[in-house]
């Protein structure tokens, strides 16, 4: 099910209020190769969005568009009654949106409760090295980091956790931008089963509270499980999106997956 933009006179290039972030034909290539090649995608507002594709279809150079960590070649992104096509990293968090990265990213000799810190602009580098926290973000950091279950490790530093726990912080520290749109690159990469049931359930809880997500993930039954509405990427461009019924009975989708 999909939506076309509002083409009402007067209005400005937004999004329908189902769409959450539309692309329109975006490009990438690096070199020779194009990682993503014209994508025209819709996520919806208030579902969890998952995002599929064999390994190199182009995944993670979508989000680093979307999210501005790289510019396009061409097309655009609108989220919402904007375009953030050109918007830097910074500026596009601002806008609402958070993300973790495929490989996670935390600052190893910092501890869980400073790594949340830094997570925040509004906390100076200095103030963190003297010492001195705001209070309100040191209560916001402690309430995210019982919400995904490692408050008892505040004051470990973030080499000494595992890496499951590693991507629990990651996840906890985008929250301290409360990011409207929450978008996961491989949330269960290397991580063992029961922290995979962890993690479904409060993305599912966070979009019961009104939070979108997109999740790019690798393992299938964790996809067609959790999300309301499944796109699937091949050489950098979906080839088929719906819910994960239709989706995953798709002969394009087979194809792709199984090659037959
Ligand atoms: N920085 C880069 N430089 C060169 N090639 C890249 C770069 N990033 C990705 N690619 C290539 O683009 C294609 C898509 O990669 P990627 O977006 O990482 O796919 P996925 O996340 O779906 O596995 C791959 O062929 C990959 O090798
Ligand atoms: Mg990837």
New binding site residues.
């Given amino acids: 099910m999909s939506t076309s933009p509002s083409t009402s006179p007067g209005t400005s290039p937004g999004t329908s209020p189902s769409t959450s972030l539309r692309t329109e034909g975006l490009t990438k290539a690096?070199?020779g190769?194009t990682?993503?090649n014209g994508a025209t995608v819709e996520l919806l507002h208030g579902k969890i969005n998952g995002l599929i594709?064999p390994?190199?279809?182009?995944?993670?150079?979508?989000f680093n568009l979307v999210t501005g960590m790289i510019r396009p070649d061409s097309g655009r992104t609108l989220y919402g009654d904007r375009e953030i096509t050109r918007y830097s990293p910074h500026r596009i968090a601002h806008a609402g949106l958070g993300r973790t990265f495929?490989l996670c990213r935390v600052f190893p000799r910092m501890t869980v409760l400073e790594n949340m810190l830094v997570a925040v602009r509004r906390t100076r580098l200095r103030e963190l090295l003297a010492g001195s926290h705001d209070r309100g973000e040191v209560e916001r950091a402690r309430h995210w980091l019982r919400r995904v279950g490692i408050d008892h490790l505040e004051h470990a530093e973030a080499r000494n956790l595992s890496y499951g726990q590693q991507k629990l912080l990651e996840l906890a520290a985008v929250f301290m931008g409360d990011p409207e749109l929450v978008l996961l690159d491989e949330p269960a990469g290397g991580v063992n089963p029961a922290l995979i049931e962890r993690i479904v359930t409060l993305v599912r809880e966070l979009n019961q509270e009104g939070r979108t997500f997109l999740v790019?993930e690798h393992n299938m039954d964790m996809v067609m499980g959790m999300c309301d509405h499944v796109i699937v990427?091949d050489r950098?461009a979906p080839i088929a999106a719906g819910p994960p019924a239709v989706v995953q009975n798709d002969p394009r989708v087979l194809e792709a997956y199984l090659g037959v």
Avoid: L
């Avoid at 390994?55 to 979508?62: A, E, M, Q, V």
């Fill in positions: 690096f070199g190769v990682a993503v594709g390994n190199g279809s182009g995944k993670t150079t979508f495929q790019v990427f950098g």
